[in-house]
C-alpha cells in the first residue's frame, strides 16, 4: 500500500499519527513544496522515535528494579517454607526483634528516652537485617537500654564508718574529710541532696587520685576515673553524633554506663591538662557537666536525649589551678591539699607505702625492718617533694636490694649472716649519697646570698636561693637565671629602694662606677612573680653592706618603692617547703597572717614565722646585729 501511496498523501498520513502541536501539523499541511514538506515529517518522526526509545529504557530499568525485588520476596518465602518444613517455625530475626522489644518494655526509662526507644523500636522491625542502618539503630537501642536511668545504689549513712575508711586510707587531709561528712551529714536529712562537684588542688603525689577511691568505698558507692590529660576533642566529652560513621558516646555516659548506677564517684583526673583545637573546647563542653543546675538535662551527643547527672558525685584533680578556665574554675567547689610534712611522710610510709612495697617484693615483714629515723633519712635526703612518689620509690630500691640479699643467703646457706634491719650505713650503700644536703647554711654565709621561698607550677612549693655580686662598671644591672618579665621589675624595685636609701643602709657605694649582677641559680628553670621582692633588695644590701644574713632564714614577700611589704600567695605552700628545707625562720608579709591558719601546727610550732610590715622588719631579722635598723620601720619614716 505504501509503495502505491502518492508522496504527499504519505506526508500526510505519518503527520497526522506522530505526536505533536497543533501548530506543527498546521505547518505541514500549508507547506506546498512536497521535498520541504516530507523534511519536515521526517523530523517529527525522529523525534518520536528518540521519546519512544527513552521511555523504553525507563520502562525496562523499572521493570529490573521491580523484578528484583519480586525475586527476594520469592527467596524470602522460600525460605519460610523450607524453615517450616524442617520445624523451624520462627524466623532468627524475628527472635531478636522480639528480645529487644521485652527489654525496652523491661528497661527503666525515661519518659523521653522510652518515646525514643519505642520509636526506633518500630523503625528497626521495619527494616532488613541486611541494611547498614540496622545495625546502627540496633546499636543505638542498646545503649539506651542498658543505662542506668533510674537506677540508684543505696548509700551508706554511717558517718563513723566512713570516717573510718577515710582515716585509714589517707593521713591528714582534714579538709577534704570533713567536707565528705558533712556531706553525709545532710544526705541524712535531706536524701534529694543534688551531688557537690569538687575540685582537689594540690602538688604531684599527694594521694589526689588515691582519695577518690577512698570516699567512693566511704559512700557505698561505685568510682569511675576518667583521665582528661590530653583530651583536646570536645566529642570525647559529649560523644559524637550518630551521622558520623562508628559514633558512640562520649566519655562521661560510657562512665555511666559502665557504673551501671546513675549516682557514681566520677573522678575527673588532670582537669587543668585538657588541651583544645579546631575540634572544639573539651573544657566548654565541661561546663554542663560541672554546673548543679544543668546536668539535670545533660545532652550527649549520640543519645541526642536528656540524661540526668544530678546525683553523680564528680571530683576533678588539679595541680595548677591558672589553667583551668575561670567559668569551669567558678563550677567547683576548691578544696587545697598541702604537701606532705616530714612526720606525716613517716607515718605514711610507715603505714602504707613500706607494706604495699614488702608485699609486691616478695618478702616477709620480718625479712626488711627500717626505723622511723630511716625513713626520716630517705624522705629529708634522698627527696625533696611535697608529695611520697618518689619516697615509695626510694623504698622499693631498698626493697630490692633486701630481696637479692636474702636470695643470695638462701642459695648459699648464708640465712644465719642475713641481717634484716636497715642501718644508716647499709642505707648508704643502696642509695648512695645524699642527694640533699643542708646547702642553706652554706650560701648564706656569703654576703649577697639570701634564701627565698617560690611556689612552683605543679602547685608545690620551694626554696630560691638569689645571688648578688658587684663588678667595676657604668651602673648597669644584670639579671640571669631565666626571669620573666614580673620578677625582672621586682629586681629594678628593690636596687631602686637601696639608691634612695642609701644613707639610711649606711651604703658606701659609688653605684655609677660599679655594675650590679643578680644571678638565680638553676638558670634552666624558668621564673617570675613577685614575691621575691624582699629576697632581692635583701641581697643587695647583703652585699653592698657586706654583712652575711643569719644562717637558716628564708623570706618572701612583694616590696614597694616605699619598703611596704605586700602580701603573695601560696604561704602554706612554702613554709612547708622551708620546713623539709631545714629553714629555722621565715619572714613572711603581716597581711599573709590570715593564710597562717592553714598552715599545720607542727610546723608553726618548728618554725619561727616573723610578720613583716616593712622591709626595715625583714632586715632587722636577716641582721639582728645592726641596730641601725631599729630606728626604721613605721611608716612615716619610709
Known sequence: ???????????????????????????????????????????????????????????????NKIGKKQREFLLREQLAAIKKELGETEDENDDEMSDIGK?????????????????????????QPNMAEHQVIRTYLEWIIELPWEKSSEDSLDISKARKVLDADHQGLQKVKTRIVEYLAVRKLNKSLKGPILCLAGPPGVGKTSLGKSIANSLGRQFYRIALGGVRDEAEIRGHRRTYVGALPGLIIHAMHKCGVNNP???????????????????SALLEVLDPEQNHTFTDHYLNIP?????????????????????????????????????EKVAIAREHLL????KNHGLQPDLLQMSDAIISRISSQYTRESGVRNLEREIATVCRS????YSDAMENDRLQFFKPTIDMDRLESILGQPKFTD???????????????????????????????????????????????????????????????QSK??????????????????????????????????????????????????????????????????????????????????????KNKKDLEDVPLRIRQDLNIILCRTIWDVLRAAFPDNQRYLQYGNLSSL
Open 1 to 63: 500500500m505504501l509503495k502505491n501511496t502518492p508522496p504527499g498523501q504519505l506526508s500526510d498520513l505519518f503527520g497526522s499519527m506522530v505526536d505533536s502541536s497543533f501548530e506543527e501539523k498546521l505547518s505541514i499541511l500549508t507547506t506546498v513544496d512536497l521535498k520541504e514538506r516530507l523534511q519536515k515529517v521526517i523530523e517529527l518522526m525522529k523525534r518520536q522515535i528518540q521519546v519512544l526509545s527513552i521511555s523504553q529504557e525507563l520502562q525496562t530499568s523499572i521493570e
Open 103 to 127: 527489654r525496652v518494655q523491661n528497661a527503666k526509662l525515661s519518659p523521653d528516652a522510652r518515646k525514643v526507644a519505642n520509636k526506633e523500636l518500630r523503625r528497626l522491625k521495619n527494616m
Open 265 to 283: 564517684v566520677i573522678l575527673l583526673d588532670e582537669i587543668d591538662k585538657i588541651s583544645r583545637d579546631v575540634r572544639g573546647d573539651p573544657s
Open 307 to 343: 540524661f540526668d547527672l544530678s546525683k553523680v558525685l564528680f571530683i576533678a584533680t588539679a595541680n595548677d589551678l591558672s589553667t583551668i578556665p575561670a567559668p569551669l574554675l567558678d563550677r567547683m567547689e576548691m578544696i587545697e591539699i598541702p604537701g606532705y610534712t616530714l612526720d
Open 355 to 358: 607494706p604495699k612495697q614488702i
Open 402 to 405: 633486701q630481696t637479692l640479699l
Open 439 to 501: 646547702e642553706v647554711s652554706e650560701r648564706t654565709q656569703t654576703p649577697g646570698v639570701v634564701t627565698g621561698l617560690a611556689y612552683t607550677g605543679n602547685g608545690s612549693g620551694g626554696m630560691l636561693f638569689i645571688e648578688a655580686t658587684s663588678v667595676p662598671g657604668h651602673g648597669k644591672l644584670k639579671l640571669t637565671g631565666k626571669l620573666g618579665d614580673v620578677i625582672r621589675e621586682s629586681c629594678e624595685i628593690g636596687l631602686t629602694f637601696v639608691k634612695a636609701n
Open 505 to 590: 643602709l649606711q651604703i658606701d657605694f659609688d653605684f655609677d662606677k660599679h655594675d650590679l649582677h643578680i644571678h638565680f641559680p638553676a638558670g634552666a628553670t624558668p621564673k617570675d612573680g613577685p614575691s621575691a621582692g624582699v629576697t632581692i633588695a635583701t641581697a643587695i644590701i647583703s652585699l653592698l653592706t657586706k654583712t652575711p644574713v643569719i644562717h637558716h632564714l628564708a623570706m618572701t614577700g612583694e616590696l614597694s618603692l616605699r619598703g611596704l611589704v605586700l602580701p603573695v600567695g601560696g604561704i602554706k605552700e612554702k613554709l612547708l617547703a622551708a620546713h623539709l628545707g631545714k629553714i629555722e625562720r621565715v619572714c613572711v608579709p603581716e
